[in-house]
């Protein structure tokens, strides 16, 4: 199945297991802990310890309690990424399992943060740009065709003033990187606009 707050592909595998360690919280600590990580992701002041006790109350061991705060993380910063309403999340994360009633709480979390988040993360976003087009060199690439798979390949290299990076990508592969420049290309076109 897709899901629009991962970008219309599945989640990563490890996020289905994390799904579980959500199921058992109550809604009410999982109302209280994705404020927590909401905090964090807008750059406020965030109490990882008042997290990990919430989280530790309800019987989890350390590891789960780790894979609850990175699950609720991985949903908040994925959503925004994609621009998800907080309906839309609610009605997909219920889909994956979590429990209405934990869905409801963490939507209306996200929702009520969404501005603040979304704000924060482009703000971080423009800044990793701009230092990778300083520090941006050099792009050498070239097409070959593999006879053993059958398959086109384009080669890059993206030299950098502190270090070289080889990529070597399938033609689905570049596709997908065609689209996903795309859509940063309408984000960062926006983000323009409104300053």
Aim: with cysteine.
């Amino acid at each position: 199945m897709r899901f629009k707050f991962c970008g219309d592909i599945e989640p990563p595998e490890w996020f289905f297991s994390e799904v579980n360690q959500l199921s058992r919280l109550n809604s009410v600590r999982i109302k209280l802990i994705s404020l927590q990580i909401a905090k964090k992701i807008s750059n406020q002041e965030f109490d990882l310890q008042k997290a990990w006790k919430m989280c530790g109350d309800s019987g989890l061991s350390k590891e789960e309690v780790q894979s609850a705060l990175a699950a609720i993380h991985f949903i908040f910063t994925s959503a925004c990424k994609f621009d998800v309403s907080a309906e839309m999340l609610s009605v997909e994360i219920a889909q994956l399992g979590l429990p209405q009633e934990n869905a409801v709480s963490l939507s209306k979390v996200y929702g009520e943060n969404l501005a603040a988040m979304s704000a924060y993360l482009n703000h971080s976003f423009l800044r990793s740009i701009f230092y990778i087009v300083n520090e941006f060199e050099n792009l050498a690439w070239k097409v070959d065709y593999d006879l053993v798979t059958q398959n086109t390949i384009a080669s890059l290299k993206i030299k950098t003033n502190k270090f070289e990076v080889p990529v070597v990508a399938s033609l689905s592969q570049i596709t997908l990187l065609s689209q996903e420049l795309i859509r940063a290309k309408t984000v960062m076109e926006k983000l323009l606009v409104r300053e």
